[in-house]
């Protein structure tokens, strides 16, 4: 399973556009890359998947380009309520797989 | 519908001993994964089972061992705990195997003395 690498924090202020990035090198051809985001003493909660190029949803786009070495996640203007981790997570759809969240990215959202 | 439940909500054990943690699916999904979450670090994946059957496991010993039920309920058993078992666990339910869309439980915070 590919091992993904996101910055440790980023911060950013409400109304703007936030864009994480998520290297993952060795990505294999049935990966899938996913996004997830956690608030403190919660789980995780699905943000968007994607397999190539661009996915768009009612929360965030993703862009993948065609290389597959990267992702980046976009939320579009964020609000203090977006200050959370955000896990980028790489890997396929089929048995035996391994699932691996890695350290994710705190954003904190600044008024 | 109802979503992903778990129980109970906090557990205090000593060292030694054997825990339960209980998962209940959302509702027609045939997936659970289980996961513990160390404090500020990112969930780690215990195992996977679909259909009642393992579909995968991360790097955890033989103690740690599932059921899923044919209701799709689901337990995680840890024997012989240790005091770095300490953590948040946490099951997900998903539709299909893998890394298809993964709904988590508000988790079980075990505190190991």
């Known amino acids: 399973l590919a091992k993904t690498t996101q910055p440790i924090s980023m911060d950013s202020y409400e109304g703007q556009e936030v864009n994480i990035t998520c290297s993952h090198n060795?990505?294999?051809?049935?990966?899938?890359i996913t996004w997830y985001q956690q608030f403190p003493s919660q789980g995780p909660r699905f943000i968007i998947q994607g397999y190539k190029t661009k996915v768009t949803n009612e929360v965030a786009s993703l862009f993948i380009p065609a290389d597959r070495k990267s992702s980046t996640l976009s939320l579009p203007r964020v609000s203090l309520s977006d200050t959370a981790v955000y896990y980028c997570?790489?890997?396929?759809?089929?048995?035996?797989?391994?699932?691996?969240f890695g350290k994710g990215t705190r954003l904190h959202i600044l008024p | 519908e109802t979503g992903v439940t778990q129980s109970p909500t906090h557990l205090i054990k000593t060292r030694g001993q054997q825990v339960t943690l209980r998962c209940s699916s959302q509702s027609g999904h045939n997936t659970v994964s289980w996961y513990q979450q160390a404090l500020g670090q990112g969930p780690q994946f215990i195992f996977q089972?679909?259909?009642?059957?393992?579909?995968g496991r991360g790097n955890f010993p033989p103690r740690f061992s599932g059921l899923q039920f044919p209701n799709y309920s689901s337990e995680l058993n840890v024997n012989a705990l240790e005091l770095d078992d300490s953590a948040l666990y946490l099951c997900a339910s998903s539709l299909g195997r893998g890394v298809n869309e993964q709904f988590f439980g508000p988790g079980t915070r075990l505190t190991v003395l």
């Open positions: 089972y679909y259909r009642e059957e393992e579909n």
């Open positions: 997570l790489v890997g396929g759809g089929g048995r035996d797989d391994k699932i691996i």
């Open positions: 060795n990505i294999a051809t049935n990966d899938y």
